[in-house]
T-cell receptor, first 116, second 112 residues
Framework: NAGVTQTPKFQVLKTGQSMTLQCAQD?????MYWYRQDPGMGLRLIYY???????DKGEVPNGYNVSRLNKREFSLRLESAAPSQTSVYFC???????????????FGQGTRLTVV | GQQLNQSPQSMFIQEGEDVSMNCTSS?????WLWYKQDPGEGPVLLIA?????ELTSNGRLTAQFGITRKDSFLNISASIPSDVGIYFC????????????FGPGTRLSVLP
């Protein structure tokens, strides 16, 4: 199994350009997440999707949009990229088990985005 | 929002030494997690803790859920070169929470 797959792995954008980061999981997990990782700040949640058809804002949603295309895929879109969005972006997924969400989130390998 | 603090921020140790790091918060958490991130990879779960006072081991790694529920500790015994990476703690408020709060990480370097 591939687990969580993110594309692309690297991207350079000019300020104002748009792009979509793709994420797919093959573990039949219910919940998917987008995080950004900045030096010295850990991972911060941008958006999440508890189930197919639902999305919710996380800690730092401004400047981003998401789409839960189906159970497998969850994309993150930057409509007008800004230098402050230079970061490493991680997609993750979790499954729901009886009594609550499984605590283990599986992460993709990340997308390193630079906005110049 | 909740914030987690990790110490030390970074550490350099000799191969074979034991390592201790901790994670503290001003908030109470019901679950504590420890993740490791290798260079160029996503974080991978090492240990999950669910009860105050719980002590759990995973090979050479041992983690404890603090009695106050506001802190957690990770120890690595007899470090080896592949222990190099960033160690993150994460806290979750409850089983139905959608978000983990992550600490800023402890960067570990192991010198041969």
């Amino acid at each position: 199994n591939a687990g969580v797959t993110q594309t692309p792995k690297f991207q350079v954008l000019k300020t104002g350009q748009s792009m979509t980061l793709q994420c797919a999981q093959d573990m039949n997990h219910n919940s998917m997440y987008w995080y950004r990782q900045d030096p010295g700040m850990g991972l911060r949640l941008i958006y999440y999707s508890a189930s197919e058809g639902t999305t919710d804002k996380g800690e730092v949603p401004n400047g981003y949009n998401v789409s839960r295309l189906n159970k497998r895929e969850f994309s993150l879109r930057l409509e007008s990229a800004a230098p402050s969005q230079t970061s490493v972006y991680f997609c993750a997924s979790r499954r729901y088990i009886s009594g609550g969400w499984n605590t283990e989130a599986f992460f993709g390998q990340g997308t390193r985005l630079t906005v110049v | 929002g909740q914030q987690l603090n990790q110490s030390p921020q970074s550490m350099f140790i000799q191969e074979g030494e034991d390592v201790s790091m901790n994670c503290t918060s001003s908030s109470i958490f019901n679950t504590w997690l420890w993740y490791k991130q290798d260079p160029g990879e996503g974080p991978v779960l090492l240990i999950a803790l669910y009860k105050a006072g719980e002590l759990t081991s995973n090979g050479r790694l041992t983690a404890q859920f603090g009695i106050t529920r506001k802190d957690s500790f990770l120890n690595i015994s007899a470090s080896i070169p592949s222990d190099v990476g960033i160690y993150f703690c994460a806290g979750q408020l409850d089983n139905y929470g959608q978000n983990f709060v992550f600490g800023p990480g402890t960067r570990l370097s192991v010198l041969p």
